[in-house]
Each structure stands twice: as structure tokens, then as C-alpha cells.
């Protein structure tokens, strides 16, 4: 007999049945695909625009790196004079200097900001041949003069600018404000930059301060001149350069020499954290459909075993053997894996166009011409597909296996599995209190590192423990469920209470589905409420100022006019500015810590109390003194009074008194080292001075409501700059952790689809299998109407066990890892009860939702043909 052949028949002849789990199996591929596809497509996007805009050989200053342009306002430049210098190496063709910057704001006539609402950066510099490998003059001319500037056509198109129209450039210099004269058009996908161009002198004194600097020399090699060679020739050139210098005393410039490829693979580096984190977050996502969708495909095959027994027992009896039944069981999950991962390859890149043109309607530019599926994307989506449909079906298929010759004689779905069995019971109690215990023990953790580590094992061991008890725990659940919400409906709720009884492991493998799910959505429901909570606690206690004013444009500092105004406003009884200032802390044994000194002035200590566990804070703001924290204090030994030997990044080293030892116990500056403002101007030069991250003002009494409105008018011009007050604050906090929040429940979604999938299909299934039992109850008086109601109940019932075993679960982890993050300040342990009702009550909802199609199909059946069903 053809295994094949008999699966074959098989797998078609049930073809209605296998449909949902092959739904399944689909999105679940889908999605791995998909953020394959979109990843790799940014990737490519990215690599293009990279190698697009880098030269040949690029000569930058060493110290050149972005976070540094963002604390000081302006980035590291080169004297023009090196242009000259470049352009007479050996391999050299011509080279240019160039200016750029990033630490920009563009705003039209009406202050609108001109920027990315997607944290793309906006670039500002003149306009160079280099420029033309990546970019066109579609619209009128290059800048030629202080008041002519040039916009991108994308950000052209996204604002409605055309030429003639107005652009104010703010940057730490002062404001360019200037006509726009031309308008370039990108070669390749922009992916969403604003990128503005000045001729070279206005770049120059407007984001650099002078002219005759340049942020970097752009070098183009001669025909047949290799990128690496002129690298060499470049860095000889530049070391002899350097050698000239300290022999005449003068002081030396750092460079940074790239070719091409590796400016592009810099630059790249810098996105790869972030698509680094869309892509294994998105992927994990995919990884936890999978799991829910194993439940599917185990009941799906589960219970078509069960429905043939009688066949099964028959293909024994006339000479199958067990290898060759469990090989048929096996084909058929095969040919589900193939036929569900092929769709499911298709709809992912489907999925990614969908992404891509989602991305682009929020402002990130992605083009399907940049579209990249490589061959390894399907091989992985096919592979995980089958490998994962045929492990989910080995269980099923050993159990078709057993099926005696015998068998044939008994009525076919015969439960020989309604019992769980005595072993499945114990391995799941203790899994299940093994990860109970390695909760208890993340929660009592002193160290939050470690905790995580224990917390992560022991949301494993429940999980799977709770997954593997499932079934005894679904007798006691559904008689209580039901002995709340089903026993006022009668006859038909007890028969729905019943059913759900009838097979303990089917109802624990469904709800268990629907478990996975619901279970992170609690855990991360409690954790980002307890975050909120213990922040607005802790803002309450320890924040004396009114008002703190911030850039808001990703973490930039603030400009000087801005900070300059602010200063200016009448009716504040002080304002406090403060800077992040990048040093290495050395203590007298040696301990040494690289960290960023917050320097403010002394009324910083009202504005923000600190308990302090010995000396006084008000003190570390005096002259050539600091404070630290408790942990470095601690690991270090050291004690007030002590002297530490700071080196300032950018300035001299200075010895400091401590004056202050601060606690760590706490959610605001933890770990924080304070000194003076004053002390750090006069270590470090004012050109390498960070600007201030923020200010906080304090307003005079009784005058609260009138210093507001006169701080929102004296930061107008600037549409990034943020004024707060607490309530601001707080609910700026509430909704940042919202929004991702809800990204995250977002994504959560295909696993409750799925989940949805397994309800739907263990009812159809079970419909199916209750056929002759269906016509019976029919035939005795049981109407259409109450035999509908009978299974919409015991669907409701089925998601209501899933969802207290998933919320449960959910806040039990939710809780552990408040726990962890009070060892970090957020102390609060808040359980967002409106939140787990709701989801309780719409799982009640969901349940409804699966019963429609299978409560159809039963109340349509034909009643004699149902009694006739063998």
C-alpha cells in the first residue's frame, strides 16, 4: 500500500478541515517573510543612498562623530587649506571641501517645521559636485548668494514649498533665513531626509562659525586609481602633513581617512541598531505566532485521528503497520506545511509592500523599486513552515500509530485521550512550580541584571508548565466559569459545560492558544502601568521646578537663542541650566568610570531633590567640588572629603573635592555625578563646551499660569523646543509608553488571530465529530435556535478559560518584573484593572466571534442525514 498515495487521499478528502490550520501556518510564514522582505528592502534602500553620497576617499576630523555634533551644536571641521593639500596627492583627480550638519531646524513662513516626523535627521550644507552622484537640479538653480537656499524635492512635495517661498534655518549660530532658488531631486530613495543647501560661505559661517573650515574634503580618484590606493596615498600625505606641524610647534589635527565603501559601511552601522531592533522585534512577534499556531495544528490532527479511528483501525487490520500509519499522518502534515508556507511566502512579500507603502505614508520614503527578497527569505519561511506543521503533527501521528487492528470495530472518535494522563499531570505541576519558584527568586533579586536573567527562565518554565497542565486545570476552570455565566441558560448551558468537559486536553491545547497571547498582553499591561505610576510618584516627590523646557527633537540640546530667551521672561523666580558633559571619573584606589558629569547651577538641588547618603548636594556646587553616586561610591570606597581626578573630554583634567554622596534608590538621575557649571567652563574650552540638554525654571509665587503662557511665547520661533509643566510631563510620559504599547499589542495581534483560528477550528472540528449526536438531539426536540446558543457557549467558555489562565499568568510575570524595575527607582506596583477587565470581557467577545461559522453549519445540518452519519 502507497503511504503517499493514502495520504493524498487523506489530506483532499479533508481538505475543509485542514483549511484554517493552513491559515495558520500562512500568516505565521507571512510575517517571518514579510519582515525579512521589508528589512532587507530598508537595507538596501540605505546602502544605495550610502553609496550614492560617499566619494571616493572622504577626509574627515577623527573626533568627527555624531553624538559629539549634537552636544556641542556644531560639528568638527578641517582648515580649507587642506583642500589644497588633498587635491596634489598622487592618484588625485580634484578634490572639494564639503559642509554638513545635522543639528538643524528648518521652518517655512509659518513656522512649521520642515523636518521628518519619523526621526530622520535634517541636513543643512552647500551644495558640491559630489552631491550631483546622488542628486539632480530638477527646479531652478544652486545657491548663490547669503538669502538663496535649496530643499530637496521630497520635502518640497511632503510641505508644498516652491520656489520663491521662504525658509528660516535655525541653527546654533543664529538664524539663515533665505528664499528657496532650486529644488534637486534625489537618484535614489530618500528615505526620508530633509536636506537643505546653502553656497559654500553662508554653510560655512552659519554651521560652522567661520568660513574657510570645512566639515569634510570629498576626494575623487583618477581613472584606474583603486579607492584603497589613494587611501594610502591620502594618509601618507596627511602623516607627513601632521609631522610638519609638530615640528613647527603648531598644534596637530586628528583625521579620519575612508574610501567609499567604508564611509557607506560607517554610515550604515549607525541605522543597523535601529532595523536591528524592528527586525528580531518583529520576528519574535512572528516566533510567538508560531507557537499559538502549534496548538492549532496539534488539535486539527489531533481530533481527524480521533474521527478515524475506525479507518486507521481498518488500514492495520489489513496489513498497515504503525511506521507506515504514522508516516501517513506525517505526509499529510507535510503537504499542510508546503501549501501553507507557499502562500504564506507570497503574502509576506505582499505584507512587506503593504509596510512599505505604510512607512511611506508616514514620511519614510521606502520604493518597491528598491524591493530586495533574496532567496534565503522564501527558503526560511518554507523551512520554518514545514519543519514547524510536522513537529506540531508528531504527536498526533505516534498516536495514530498505536491505533490497534481492534479499533475498527468501535465507533470511529472514540476520546481514547479525555483523561490527561497521571504523568502529563505531574511533569506539568512541576515545571509549573519550577517556574514559580525562579519568579520568586527574580523578585527577590538584588541586582536587576541578574533578575532578568532568572525572571526570563521562570516566564519559560510557567509558560510550558501551564501549557503541559492545561488539561487538569480546564476541569476545575470550566465548572466555575460555567457555574457563574452558563447555568442560568438552562438544559442547553449544562450541555455546552458538558462538551467543553467532554475532552480536557482539546480544551487545554485551544485555550492555551489564546493563553500565550493574552498572558503578555497583561504582563506588559502591568509593567507599563507600574512604570507611569512609579514615574508620576516619583516626579510628585522629588521635583521642585514648574517647568522644564527641552528641545524635543531626539535628545539635541538646546540652542542658545532658545536658552538666552528663556532667561529673559519676566515672573520666574530662577532659571536652571544644565549639560551633559562627557568625562572619566578616577577614583583615589584607581576605580575609574567613563560617564557624563551633569553640570547645572546650584539651584539644580531645588529643582530636583536628591537624598543623599552622606554630605550635603548643596555643597558639590561649589567650586572645583562634585557628588556621585551611591554604587560608584560603594565600589570605589570612597567618602566625603575624598579627591577624584576628573578628565573633562575636549578639556584639561581637574582634581575635585567630593562634597556629596547621593542615593541610588531612586528612578531620576540614578547613578548621577554633579558639579558646577562654572566648574566645567573652566576646564573645558568654550568651542568644545556641550550646549545645555535642558532648562528648569521655577515660577514666582502665585504666578504659575502667567509664566507659562510667557515661556511658550518666548520659544515660538523654535517649533521643536518643548515647554512642560508637570502635568505635561506626566502625561508626555503616559503616552510614550502608551503608544508602544500599543505597537506592541498591535503586533500581538496576528497571535490572537491565530489563536482566534484554533477556537474556530476545534469547534468546526467538533461539530464534524458530534455529527450523529447533533441529529440525535435534533430528533428529540433540541432547537436550531438553542443548538446555536449551546455552541457559542462553549466557545465562550473555551476563550474565558484561555483568558484567566493568560491573564493570570500575565500579571503574575507582569509583577516579578515590577519588582526588577524597583531595584531601579519605579517602586510602584499598579495593576491596570479596567485594562485586564476589558480584555477579559472581549475575550467573552472573541469567543462569540469563533462560534458564528461552526454554530451556523450545526443548526443547517440535515436531521435524518445527521442520525445516518456513521
Not at 575623487?220 to 602623516?239: F, Q
Given at each position: ?5 493514502t ?5 483532499f ?21 514579510g ?23 572622504t ?46 531646524t ?55 514649498l ?69 587611501k ?52 519574535g ?16 490532527f ?108 468501535r ?32 523578585a ?86 507600574s ?70 547651577e ?50 584639561r ?12 534608590d ?27 540638554t ?18 511658550k ?24 509608553v ?8 498591535g ?13 474556530v ?23 436550531r ?31 516579578t ?17 479596567p ?27 440535515n ?8
Amino acid at each position: 500500500m502507497s503511504v503517499m498515495k493514502t495520504s493524498m487521499r487523506n489530506f483532499f478528502a479533508h481538505k475543509g478541515r485542514m483549511a484554517l490550520s493552513a491559515i495558520a501556518v500562512m500568516l505565521s510564514v507571512a510575517f517571518v517573510t514579510g519582515t525579512l522582505v521589508f528589512t532587507d528592502t530598508m537595507g538596501t534602500t540605505f546602502d544605495k543612498l550610502f553609496a550614492a553620497t560617499s566619494s571616493d576617499v572622504t577626509v574627515s576630523a577623527a573626533g568627527d562623530e555624531p553624538d559629539e555634533m549634537s552636544r556641542t551644536g556644531r560639528p568638527d571641521s578641517l582648515p580649507a587649506s587642506l583642500v589644497k593639500d588633498v587635491a596634489a596627492v598622487e592618484g588625485a583627480e580634484s578634490a572639494e571641501g564639503a559642509v554638513s550638519s545635522m543639528d538643524v531646524t528648518v521652518v517655512d513662513r509659518d513656522n512649521e517645521n520642515m523636518g521628518s516626523s519619523t526621526g530622520a535627521p535634517t541636513i543643512a550644507g552647500n551644495w558640491t559636485r559630489n552631491d550631483l552622484r546622488s542628486m539632480e537640479i530638477t527646479s531652478g538653480h544652486a545657491p548663490r548668494g547669503p538669502a538663496q537656499v535649496m530643499v530637496d524635492a521630497d520635502t518640497a512635495d511632503k510641505h508644498g514649498l516652491k520656489l520663491g517661498d521662504e525658509l528660516r534655518t535655525i541653527t546654533v549660530g543664529g538664524d539663515i533665513t533665505a528664499r528657496i532658488v532650486g529644488i534637486a531631486s534625489f537618484k535614489v530613495t530618500n528615505p526620508g531626509a530633509a536636506v537643505v543647501f546653502f553656497d559654500t560661505a553662508t554653510a560655512q559661517r552659519g554651521l560652522l562659525g567661520a568660513t574657510g573650515r570645512y566639515t569634510q574634503v570629498n576626494v575623487t580618484a583618477e581613472a584606474g586609481v583603486s579607492d584603497a590606493r589613494l587611501k594610502r596615498n591620502v594618509t601618507s600625505a596627511l602623516a607627513a602633513l601632521k609631522a610638519e606641524q609638530g615640528a613647527k610647534g603648531a598644534r596637530e589635527t586628528a583625521y579620519k581617512v575612508r574610501t567609499q565603501q567604508e564611509t557607506a559601511d560607517a554610515n550604515r552601522s549607525d541605522v543597523d541598531e535601529f532595523m536591528n531592533v524592528i527586525k528580531y522585534g518583529m520576528l519574535g512577534f512572528a516566533g510567538i505566532a508560531f507557537l499559538v499556531g502549534v496548538f492549532l495544528i496539534i488539535n486539527t490532527f489531533s481530533m481527524l485521528v480521533a474521527q478515524r479511528t475506525r479507518e486507521i483501525g481498518l488500514m492495520r487490520a489489513v496489513g498497515s503497520s504503525r511506521g507506515q500509519v504514522n508516516r501517513s499522518v506525517l505526509v499529510e502534515a507535510t503537504l499542510l506545511g508546503v501549501l501553507g508556507s507557499l502562500v504564506g511566502v507570497g503574502a509576506g512579500v505582499g505584507l512587506a509592500v503593504g509596510l512599505m507603502k505604510l512607512m511611506s505614508a508616514v514620511g519614510m520614503e521606502l520604493s518597491t523599486r528598491d524591493l530586495t527578497v533574496r532567496w534565503t527569505t522564501p527558503a526560511i519561511g518554507m523551512l520554518l513552515g514545514i519543519v514547524v506543521t510536522v513537529l506540531a503533527s508528531y504527536l498526533p501521528a505516534r498516536r495514530a500509530g498505536k491505533v490497534s487492528p481492534m479499533a475498527a470495530l468501535r465507533d470511529a472518535g472514540t476520546p481514547a485521550d479525555g483523561r490527561a494522563g497521571l504523568l502529563r499531570g505531574l511533569v506539568g505541576l512541576v515545571l509549573t512550580g519550577a517556574g514559580a519558584f525562579a519568579l520568586y527568586l527574580a523578585a527577590t533579586a538584588d541586582q536587576a541584571k541578574q533578575g532578568s536573567l532568572v525572571l526570563g527562565v521562570g516566564i519559560v518554565l510557567s509558560l510550558i508548565g501551564f501549557v503541559v497542565i492545561g488539561p487538569l486545570l480546564a476541569g476545575g476552570v470550566v465548572r466555575v466559569l460555567s457555574a457563574v455565566l452558563l447555568r442560568a441558560f438552562g438544559p442547553v448551558g449544562r450541555m455546552a459545560e458538558r462538551n467543553a468537559l467532554r475532552n480536557p486536553r482539546r480544551t487545554g491545547a485551544t485555550g492555551a492558544a489564546l493563553m500565550i497571547g493574552l498572558a503578555l498582553v497583561a504582563c506588559l499591561s502591568v509593567v507599563g502601568s507600574s512604570m507611569v505610576t512609579s514615574a508620576t510618584a516619583e516626579l510628585d516627590k522629588s521635583v521642585g521646578a514648574d517647568f522644564i523646557v527641552t528641545a524635543g527633537n531626539g535628545g539635541k540640546p538646546l540652542n542658545p537663542a532658545t536658552v538666552e530667551a528663556i532667561e529673559g521672561v519676566d515672573g520666574l523666580a530662577h532659571v536652571t541650566r544644565m549639560k551633559e558633559t562627557p568625562a572619566k571619573v578616577t577614583a583615589p584606589d584607581g576605580t575609574s568610570e567613563s560617564e557624563s558629569l551633569l553640570a547645572a547651577e546650584p539651584t539644580y538641588a531645588e529643582d530636583l531633590r536628591r537624598e543623599t547618603v552622606s554630605g550635603d548636594l548643596a555643597a558639590a556646587y561649589g567650586a572645583d567640588a562634585m557628588s556621585v553616586g551611591s554604587e560608584f561610591a560603594g565600589k570605589a570606597g570612597l567618602k566625603v572629603g575624598d579627591t577624584l581626578t576628573v578628565a573633562f573630554d575636549g578639556g584639561r583634567t581637574a582634581k575635585l573635592r567630593l562634597a556629596a554622596i547621593t542615593s541610588d534608590d531612586t528612578g531620576l538621575d540614578q547613578g548621577a555625578m554633579y558639579t558646577n557649571l562654572t566648574t566645567v567652563e573652566r576646564y573645558v574650552p568654550a568651542e568644545r563646551l556641550p550646549l545645555d540638554t535642558a532648562l528648569l525654571a521655577k515660577a514666582d509665587e502665585g504666578g504659575k499660569d502667567e509664566a507659562y503662557a510667557a515661556l511658550k511665547t518666548a520659544v515660538a520661533k523654535d517649533p521643536t523646543v518643548q515647554v512642560m509643566d508637570q502635568t505635561d510631563y506626566k502625561e508626555a510620559l503616559q503616552d510614550q509608553v502608551g503608544q508602544l504599547l500599543n505597537m506592541v499589542y498591535g503586533l500581538l495581534a496576528l497571535a490572537i488571530v491565530v489563536a482566534i483560528l484554533g477556537v474556530v477550528n476545534t469547534l468546526a472540528l467538533s461539530v464534524v465529530e458530534r455529527t450523529r449526536e447533533i441529529g440525535l438531539m435534533r430528533a428529540i426536540g433540541l432547537s436550531r435556535r438553542q443548538l446555536r446558543r449551546m455552541i457559542r457557549l462553549e466557545s465562550v467558555v473555551i476563550a474565558l478559560f484561555g483568558a484567566l489562565l493568560g491573564l493570570g499568568l500575565g500579571m503574575g510575570w507582569g509583577a516579578t518584573a515590577q519588582r526588577l524595575l524597583a531595584l531601579e527607582g519605579l517602586e510602584v506596583l499598579d495593576i491596570p484593572w479596567p485594562t485586564i477587565t476589558g480584555v477579559f470581557v472581549g475575550s467573552a467577545f472573541v469567543g462569540l466571534l469563533a462560534a458564528l461559522v461552526p454554530a451556523f453549519r450545526a443548526g443547517r445540518m440535515n436531521v435524518l442525514n445527521a442520525i445516518a452519519t456513521d
